[in-house]
């Protein structure tokens, strides 16, 4: 026996049991002077009965199915709702409303009805409704939840997608920029052309690695900073200060790869940079649960400024669910405050 077979089989078994306590449950409220007469055996009555509840309600779950794939309830709720009345309404009308014409004819086409049936009908079809209703209900919420998992799945997706081509476009800018400085560095400076070749490797490297890591621990992240500071510092000269003030226990927290690297290239990329103009970038930490960057500001005239990569990491820190990353200018700085993430 498949499992469907045996889920229809449960389901009608507690069907048939909801619509015999609906019998008792009217015949308690039943007037005493009602009598009951049928022009079939009660047994007989019974079937139909029971036949007429359970052939409602497997039809009104199977059309609420139905409407599941052709009419979504989040695609038209309004919509949807219309049309799940209307089922219910038409389906009950032909699953009950049939059975009643059928006892009209047998009855002679009297329209004198045995008061005991007519009033077990009329009270079933109230209560069938009800029942069919809450199931419908819970069905919408099975779906709702549905719908926001789904969402939430969407919105990852689509954040990691940002993520990869954020990274894409990151990655070659940078490698091309430090590949022009390492071809004057090997003109005028050979020696130190090979410590900015190692540390460019070493840089590149880990931008590679990065790529299959979510998250990275700050100690690992600020070592790699010290390598890419050297590369445009090489590039800049004096000009370009950097410091760190990170306390010990922070170090072993976690932030999303290249987070800080994509806030100092913003930095160089934004700003004016030359002997009258320091640009200073400092990485302090308060406490172990966030990361401040700070940098004073000396505005570019003609850079625009569209916050894609401050936007991006905002995402990145969404989809990781955690709040606090913020940025902004305060006085003659640009600050971005940067959540610490438990290891």
Not at 92 to 110: D, E, M, Q, R, V
Not at 182 to 205: G, M
Not at 277 to 283: R, S
Request: aromatic letters at 12%.
């Amino acid at each position: 026996m498949t499992k469907n077979i045996k889920k229809f089989i449960i389901r009608n078994l507690l069907v048939s049991l909801y619509a015999i306590l609906v019998i008792r449950l009217i015949s308690l409220g039943m007037p005493e002077n009602v009598a009951y007469e049928f022009r079939i055996p009660k047994d007989i009555f019974m079937l139909i009965y029971l036949i007429c509840f359970n052939l409602n309600t497997e039809g009104n779950l199977f059309f609420d199915r139905y409407l599941n794939r052709k009419q979504p309830w989040f695609s038209n709720p309004k919509k949807r709702l219309i049309l799940q009345i209307a089922v219910i309404i038409i389906w009950t009308l032909i699953t009950i409303g049939l059975p009643f014409t059928a006892w009209y004819f047998f009855n002679g086409k009297s329209i004198i009805y045995p008061q005991a049936p007519v009033i077990i009908f009329i009270g079933s079809v109230f209560l069938l409704i009800g029942f069919i209703s809450i199931s419908i209900a819970i069905n919408f919420f099975k779906q709702w939840k549905i719908s926001l998992l789904n969402v939430k799945h969407y919105k990852q997706e689509k954040l990691k997608a940002d993520y990869r081509v954020l990274q894409n476009q990151v990655n070659p800018h940078f490698l091309f920029n430090s590949l022009n400085v390492l071809i004057s560095e090997i003109k005028h400076n050979p020696k130190n052309a090979e410590n900015f070749t190692r540390k460019l490797s070493k840089v590149y490297r880990y931008v590679l690695q990065s790529k299959n890591h979510d998250l990275i621990s700050l100690k690992k992240e600020l070592e790699f900073i010290d390598s890419f500071i050297f590369l445009h510092k090489v590039r800049i000269g004096d000009a370009l200060k950097f410091e760190v003030h990170i306390l010990e226990e922070a170090l072993q927290k976690q932030i999303p790869p290249l987070t800080l690297q994509i806030l100092i290239e913003n930095a160089i990329k934004h700003n004016i940079i030359n002997e009258k103009n320091i640009l200073k970038i400092t990485i302090t930490s308060e406490n172990d649960s966030m990361l401040i960057v700070s940098n004073n500001i000396h505005s570019k005239d003609n850079v625009d400024s569209t916050l894609t990569g401050l936007s991006n990491l905002k995402k990145r820190f969404e989809l990781l669910e955690r709040d606090g990353f913020t940025y902004g200018k305060l006085e003659n700085k640009f600050l971005v405050a940067i959540p610490l993430i438990e290891a």
